[in-house]
């Protein structure tokens, strides 16, 4: 795996300091579009010496960040999670953003009450990737077994949405992003790149997004698009 980028600042929409830490990986690990999972190290002491590192670049210059791994938030070492905490008091840190599959969505309520006693308002981040259930589960094993995007939504502040695969269409690709909308806070839209997982992009389709659905979304506050992964300087 090539060298990672774990440390950015986005000074566009919704201007944030950024981390990629490194965790004990995803607990789920089976969806078929990722291989981000490969991002871990079962030595909890190596991994925070590496967190460690990319967490002192933090300046707290926008009181805002977010701190991303390759899984679960739950998924990051005790000690790690202590520096974070740490961190953002030091820092003054009044806004921060976690990421979390929906294995371990009884886990976020618990996490938003730690924080907001420290007077840090938390912001979670589901990867839903397509409210098409069908689609969601049985290409792509994303592993959320529930159909109702208002239940799906429950607990969580932001979600993911995956785009350029082979079945996707302009509208079902315009139909996850205003159901998104209409029961998410903020969404970060991903066009599919090439990685080693076994689902890869679909020329036509990403060509039909960039055409159709970009320029209708690109300048709204509540979305992000990432047409790269790499995009928020991280990865």
């Not at 300046?59 to 739950?74: D, Y």
Request: aromatic share 10%; hydrophobic share 35%.
């Amino acid at each position: 795996m090539h060298e990672l980028q774990r440390y950015s600042v986005i000074s566009g929409k919704m201007p944030r300091e950024m981390v990629l830490l490194r965790g004990y990986g995803c607990g789920w690990a089976r969806c078929a579009f990722c291989d981000y999972h490969l991002d871990k190290c079962p030595d909890g002491a190596a991994n925070f010496a590496l967190n460690q590192q990319v967490l002192s670049r933090i300046t707290g210059e926008f009181h805002h960040l977010e701190a991303i791994n390759s899984g679960s938030f739950c998924e990051l070492d005790a000690e790690t999670l202590a520096l974070l905490e740490k961190t953002c008091l030091e820092k003054e840190i009044r806004t921060l953003h976690f990421e979390c599959h929906w294995m371990h969505r009884q886990k976020v309520n618990t996490l938003r009450k730690h924080y907001a006693a420290l007077g840090i308002r938390v912001r979670v981040r589901l990867g839903v990737e397509t409210f098409d259930y069908d689609f969601r589960e049985n290409i792509l094993h994303k592993g959320i077994g529930e159909r109702s995007p208002e239940k799906i939504a429950e607990g969580f502040d932001e979600c993911n949405l995956l785009f350029g695969l082979s079945g996707q269409t302009v509208d079902s690709m315009r139909q996850d992003i205003e159901l998104g909308l209409q029961y998410f806070d903020r969404l970060y839209i991903n066009l599919m790149t090439p990685n080693t997982a076994p689902l890869q992009p679909d020329p036509e389709v990403c060509s039909a997004f960039r055409r159709e659905l970009y320029p209708l979304y690109q300048d709204d506050p509540r979305v992000d698009i990432l047409l790269n992964n790499t995009d928020f300087g991280v990865g």
